[in-house]
């Protein structure tokens, strides 16, 4: 009997694998990059506000990511939206072990694309991407547009924990 235990937990150990912490995730705020010449509107920046937060929420419930909070270096990420390597940096004095970064490309009032990108801060490398067309400048395709990246480009179904996912 007393031999059996080392076996039993041996067993154990290999069918039920342990899980693996959610990654701090450093998601910054969607950008807009409108070429439309439509110009910006308050309605945008509505748009990104709940696009943003609607991205941190899906990421977290994926079990695989930790969305830090970037409130305290807000000035910092303002005076830096167009500079990724610094967005990175910044993502890495807050905590993260990951950077997800979307953005917005306007074509015109029906044609848009999504792109987001997860980077690893250790070596900067793309763990995840995905870019996907998005037909109108509304919430619902924002919102649609972002959930569909999450389900099947940077979380894809059947993915396991903490492994390493191809860019795509």
Not at 45 to 67: F, S
Not at 132 to 141: F, P, Q, T, V
């Amino acid at each position: 009997m007393p031999r059996l235990i080392p076996l039993l937990i041996a067993l154990l150990t290999a069918a039920f694998p342990a899980v693996a912490a959610p990654l701090p995730a450093a998601v910054f705020e969607i950008e807009l990059v409108d070429t439309s010449g439509e110009g910006r509107s308050p309605a945008h920046e509505q748009r990104i506000r709940a696009t943003t937060e609607a991205l941190r929420r899906e990421l977290a419930e994926t079990g695989l990511y930790a969305p830090l909070d970037l409130a305290p270096a807000a000035d910092r990420i303002d005076d830096h939206l167009s500079c990724e390597q610094c967005l990175l940096d910044i993502a890495r004095d807050m905590g993260g072990r990951v950077a997800v970064v979307g953005k917005v490309n306007k074509i015109s009032t029906l044609i848009l694309s999504m792109d987001i990108v997860v980077r690893d801060l250790d070596d900067g490398k793309v763990v995840a991407r995905g870019t996907a067309d998005i037909r109108g400048d509304n919430d619902r395709a924002w919102l649609r547009g972002m959930e569909w990246l999450v389900e099947h480009r940077i979380v894809p179904q059947g993915a396991p924990p903490g492994e390493e996912r191809a860019p795509r």
